[in-house]
């Protein structure tokens, strides 16, 4: 009888850290190793993009990259994802996209990185043009260094691709909802383990005492470790189709949803039209433009405060390789306790949760700047620090469980919600959602805050953060209802194809 229990103890100590069952393994590693490869390069990129725009172009240019290159890129991009989908199988569309973005990082590795006075204008000539046309400065500026901001673009365009579209509408097709709840929260788990990995890179490749190349292209090296990831994640896609989609006991072929099903092929007005009418993707759109503009909205008003108190580059870049590193912590510890959340929980209640992580918290950021002359001065006397820097730590706080949050629930939830959708609905239905109501989610917070400085000139961060705060809690108010309205689509959908089978 005591071993029986202590058997029954183990085995649920087991499914609380591990909940994958032995023989799904074969199955979850290479999900897991393939989505680790992505958030790898992901984070990588990122990274790089934002130190080639900043020194080359200024850090003004990035809103403007943001509103007029990635956002119509992010258009295109859903639109030939649409016609890929019409034209070949969701494999081809795979290989096709993921090769595109692998070929260009090796020609900016190779070609454009190295070469920036071959391919660009004569900064003299930019000058000029700049002087002479000062409301269009910005964007003679990009231009002129139109291959940082090419890579830039498609930095961005690697995480709504690959992750958020490829990797998740694959994920989706070939994992069962029961499945979901223990494989999602977990994908996040082990991915994130690649976190720590890009600042290894960058310390192990970047150090000055590292003379692998010339100093004028010490980027080089990281760059060629990104491509490796991103063949590393065609040869896991390859593997899981030769391999686990082969197994009855992970793969059911006739199941709704699986990728050998034939796929009704509509046209590119015919999809649009769906989507548009469909209730159940306009509650999706909301609920992620909704996290994109209350993020961006309590970042400026962060990162205003963290550049107050970090002035310089060194000092600001440095702070932000902490925060990462916090971030990092958080992402995985949440991630554990999301899959244990997930499994013991409505979706609804799941999804729920990080709307309110981030009401609470912003809340608790906006009270602090505005009383920081009241109870702000009070409690940095108590923590024997400044008020800017305690409304620094708040704000680090609020962005740290907020995203992590974000990363173990939000995105499970989401994913979660495009399972009981037909084929059409999952392909195209989701690359509208995602990367259109994506991108005008991170564009919606800026959008919002370049507008407010144009009609207002003389305001800065400080005036401007009561105003920012309201949109805020209005915007996070209409997501909860969302979620609420979403909550009742998706059991109906879920009732709905097993009342089918």
């Excluded at 690697?158 to 509408?169: E, I, P, Q, R």
């Excluded at 709704?256 to 769906?274: D, N, Q, R, V, W």
């Excluded at 992620?288 to 970090?310: C, D, T």
């Excluded at 013991?344 to 209640?349: L, N, Q």
Aim: positive net charge.
């Amino acid at each position: 009888m005591k071993k029986s229990k202590i058997a029954n103890f183990l085995t649920e100590l087991r499914r609380v850290f591990w909940p994958i069952e032995w023989h799904e393994n074969k199955k979850f590693i290479p999900m897991a190793l393939m989505m680790a490869c992505i958030l790898f390069n992901y984070a990588t990129v990122r990274s790089i993009k934002d130190g080639l725009v900043v020194t080359h172009i200024g850090p003004e240019a990035i809103s403007f990259l943001k509103t007029y290159v990635v956002l119509p890129s992010a258009v295109i991009f859903m639109v030939l994802y649409a016609k890929l989908c019409n034209m070949m199988s969701q494999q081809k569309v795979f290989y096709t996209v993921t090769m595109f973005f692998i070929i260009y990082f090796a020609v900016f590795t190779f070609v454009l990185y190295p070469n920036p006075d071959t391919f660009h204008p004569s900064k003299e000539f930019i000058a000029s043009l700049a002087d002479q046309y000062p409301n269009f400065k910005w964007f003679i500026r990009i231009a002129g260094s139109w291959s940082f901001a090419s890579f830039y673009m498609m930095a961005e365009m690697w995480g709504s691709m690959m992750l958020t579209l490829l990797f998740w509408s694959f994920a989706n097709q070939i994992t069962k909802t029961e499945e979901a709840k223990r494989f999602y929260s977990m994908f996040g788990l082990l991915g994130n383990v690649a976190l720590p990995l890009v600042a290894v890179t960058f310390h192990l490749l970047l150090s000055p005492d590292i003379h692998i190349v010339p100093e004028n292209v010490k980027l080089i090296p990281v760059l060629c470790v990104t491509i490796l990831s991103g063949l590393m994640v065609v040869f896991l896609y390859a593997w899981i189709n030769s391999n686990v989609l082969t197994d009855p006991r992970l793969y059911d072929a006739g199941a709704p949803g699986s990728a050998k099903k034939k796929k009704t092929k509509l046209s590119l007005g015919e999809s649009f039209k769906m989507i548009l009418t469909s209730r159940y993707l306009g509650l999706l759109v909301l609920l992620i433009i909704a996290y994109g503009i209350s993020m961006n909205l309590v970042e400026g008003v962060w990162k205003a405060k963290l550049k107050e108190l970090y002035p310089t580059v060194e000092a600001y870049t440095s702070y932000m390789g902490i925060f990462q590193a916090y971030q990092g912590g958080a992402a995985i510890f949440f991630m554990l306790v999301g899959s244990n959340i997930l499994r013991r929980v409505s979706w609804s209640t799941a999804a729920i949760f990080t709307p309110i992580m981030i009401l609470v918290t912003g809340l608790a950021f906006f009270s602090f700047i505005f009383f920081d002359q009241g109870i702000g001065l009070q409690l940095a006397a108590f923590f024997g620090t400044g008020p800017l820097a305690l409304a620094v730590m708040v704000g680090t706080a609020q962005n740290v469980l907020s995203k992590a949050t974000k990363y173990s629930l939000f995105d499970s939830t989401k994913e979660m919600a495009y399972i009981p959708l037909d084929d059409e609905m999952k392909t195209k239905g989701k690359a509208a959602v995602d990367v259109i109501g994506g991108r005008f989610g991170k564009s919606g917070g800026g959008i919002i805050q370049s507008t407010f400085f144009i009609l207002m000139p003389t305001f800065t961060f400080t005036e401007a953060t009561p105003y920012f705060a309201g949109i805020f809690f209005v915007v996070v108010i209409l997501w909860l209802l969302a979620v609420k309205g979403l909550g009742k689509e998706y059991y109906k959908k879920l009732e709905q194809n097993e009342a089918a089978q």
